[in-house]
């Protein structure tokens, strides 16, 4: 019982539709942050939320502003945004859920111009309803644990900014499996975890960075 009251109260904190949002923000390069070990192995209680409610100022299906999905590589998708010039800007994206198949968090990522310490940016946005001072915690395996602060809270959620060295995404690709970790201010006794997929990164990021031109 407890657990459904917390994933109840979570479900009021995030709508999504946000990936026009990210692409639009996701202009600066985000630095790296350093690395810190996670807690003890925490529970795995999740949000579910709504994901059918359109933004109220989405851009015509097909005109320019409006997103598509030019590619799927395992379970990524890459967004794009029509523009007038045809010059569409992508991203890899990916919706993460909890053992119920319920959509919690969401996660982008932004091949950035080559010569920078950052090769690639990230947001992730997780329910409003999440403890900001306890930070974000992205893992991959076993490796050693990073934690990020989250930057802004807007209506659809809070988003954590993260630049990704070409360490991290090697890791990413060489990984099995990933995990973001969140504390809900409902209960900042608990922890709630949730899995990144990692199917198909390798070609998603591989497609990413050749239509960036990298």
């Given amino acids: ?33 350093a690395d810190a070990p996670t807690a003890a192995a925490p529970a795995d209680t999740t949000a579910p939320v709504t994901t059918d409610t359109p933004a109220p ?7 320019v502003g409006s997103m598509y999905v030019a590619a799927t590589n395992g379970d ?10 045809g010059s569409d800007p992508c991203q890899m994206y990916q919706l993460l859920k909890d ?14 111009p080559e010569g920078q310490s950052a090769v690639a940016g990230s947001q992730i946005m ?15 395996d076993a490796a050693p644990a990073k934690v990020y602060p989250f930057t802004w809270c807007a209506a659809q959620g809070c988003v954590s ?7 991290d995404i090697a890791a990413l690709k060489k990984g099995a499996n990933a995990t973001i970790t969140i504390v809900p201010v409902v209960a900042p006794d608990q922890k709630v975890k949730l899995n990144i997929s990692l199917k198909g990164f390798t070609a998603a990021y591989g497609a990413a960075a050749l239509a960036r031109g990298n």
């Fill in 126 to 140: 997780v329910p409003l309803e999440t403890l900001l001072t306890e930070q974000l915690i992205l893992q991959v």
């Fill in 1 to 33: 019982m407890a657990n459904k009251t917390l994933t109840g109260l979570l479900a009021l904190g995030l709508c999504l539709g946000f990936g026009a949002m990210v692409l639009a923000q996701n202009t600066t390069t985000p630095a790296p942050a």
């Fill in 76 to 85: 990524w998708e890459q967004r794009c945004i029509r523009t007038a010039d």
């Fill in 99 to 112: 053992e119920n198949d319920n959509a919690v968090a969401e996660i982008t990522i932004l091949v950035l």
């Fill in 161 to 167: 900014r993260i630049g990704f060295t070409a360490d």
């Fill in 57 to 63: 100022d989405a851009a015509p299906a097909d005109g």
